[in-house]
């Protein structure tokens, strides 16, 4: 079965230093993968997608992550934080035959001035 | 702004009513789900539609009775819930069942139970 671990509950960065956010995940099969941020009493916004093509993903707001196979890993990354950048971030990957989305347990970003 | 959309934004109901939760998408998808999420919770898939016909149910208690009269809209119907049914219910759309198309998430319908 698939799952997802998102290795820091929460994550703490000043505004201007860069963000790492980390996932490994298990899969039997290539996986599809994906990063979704939540702002407090909002849905879910697509950050970025990996279906087997680049490794390096770019996704909106300046956030990009790389696919690692080796290592099972899809890690988020932002060269500078914005106060915007503050939320709960879930990795996500699919299940087998794509019917359902297996979520990580969500990284709290805070950013401070 | 979000492409689907849900309403309420906000529900506040008693143990004995009936109330519906609306979703609509008009981006030509073919899947729709229903979530619950709790606080600092990831969400909780309920069910899948597929080309308008139920396809999952994770098992979900049948107070919770889940429509789709047509390729846009998505509704939940609720009677007779339980505090612990209070969460922010999600509604998402995706292109086609079964693929790796990323799923398009509402920003919600906040359910509290009295």
């Known amino acids: 079965a698939q799952s997802v671990t998102q290795l820091d509950s929460h994550v703490s960065v000043s505004e201007g230093t860069p963000v790492l956010l980390r996932c490994n995940y298990s899969?039997?099969?290539?996986?599809?993968l994906f990063w979704y941020v939540q702002h407090p009493n909002k849905g879910l916004q697509l950050l970025l997608k990996y279906t087997s093509a680049a490794t390096l993903v770019k996704g909106i707001n300046g956030f990009e992550a790389e696919f690692k196979k080796s290592e099972t890993s899809f890690h988020l990354t932002k060269p500078s934080a914005h106060m915007s950048d503050a939320a709960e971030y879930f990795c996500?990957?699919?299940?087998?035959?794509?019917?359902?989305?297996?979520f990580g347990t969500g990284t709290r970003l805070l950013v401070s001035p | 702004d979000t492409e689907v959309t849900q309403t309420p934004k906000h529900l506040v109901m008693g143990m004995t009513n009936k109330k519906s939760l609306k979703c609509e998408q008009h981006m030509g998808h073919r899947a729709m789900y229903w979530y619950k999420q709790k606080a600092k919770k990831p969400p909780e898939l309920m069910f899948v539609y597929s080309y308008e016909k139920l396809s999952i149910n994770e098992s979900v208690p049948s107070r919770f009775s889940p429509e789709c009269p047509n390729s846009s809209l998505l509704n939940l119907h609720l009677h007779a819930l339980q505090p612990e049914d209070s969460a922010l219910y999600l509604c998402?759309?995706?292109?086609?069942?079964?693929?790796?198309?990323?799923?398009?998430f509402g920003d919600g319908t906040r359910l509290s139970i009295l």
């Open positions: 998402a759309s995706s292109q086609e069942p079964g693929t790796n198309q990323p799923q398009h």
């Open positions: 899969s039997s099969y290539s996986p599809s």
């Open positions: 996500v990957v699919t299940s087998t035959g794509f019917q359902k989305l297996v």
